[in-house]
C-alpha cells in the first residue's frame, strides 16, 4: 500500500475544506512543512492508529517528525494491516 497516498487520503477527512492546500509530497518531508496544523496531525494520528490498530494509550507517545515516522511507529507497534487504501479509509468513516 502506497503510505504516502493514504497520509495524503486522511487529509479531506480531516480537513474537509482544504483550502490551505496541505499535501505531503514525500515520506521524508517533515510535517511541519505539509501544511498541516498540530491539530489536524493529532487526528491524522488518531486515523492512522485506528487503521494499523494501534492501542490508544500506545499511540499517545507517538512523536513523529517526519511523514515516515508516523508509518514507522505504526508499523512496530500495528495489530492489524490494511491491504489497501480503500479498506484503511472505510475502517476511519
Known sequence: ?????????????VIPVNSMGATATSLDQPLAETGLDSLDLLMIGIYLSDIYGVEEEVAKVMQPVTVADMFVFME??????????????????
Request: proline residues 6%; aromatic residues 4%.
Open 76 to 93: 512496530v507497534h500495528k495489530t492489524k494491516e490494511p491491504t489497501n487504501i480503500q479498506e484503511a479509509l472505510e475502517s476511519v468513516k
Open 1 to 13: 500500500m502506497d503510505k504516502l497516498e493514504l497520509f495524503n487520503s486522511l487529509i479531506p477527512i
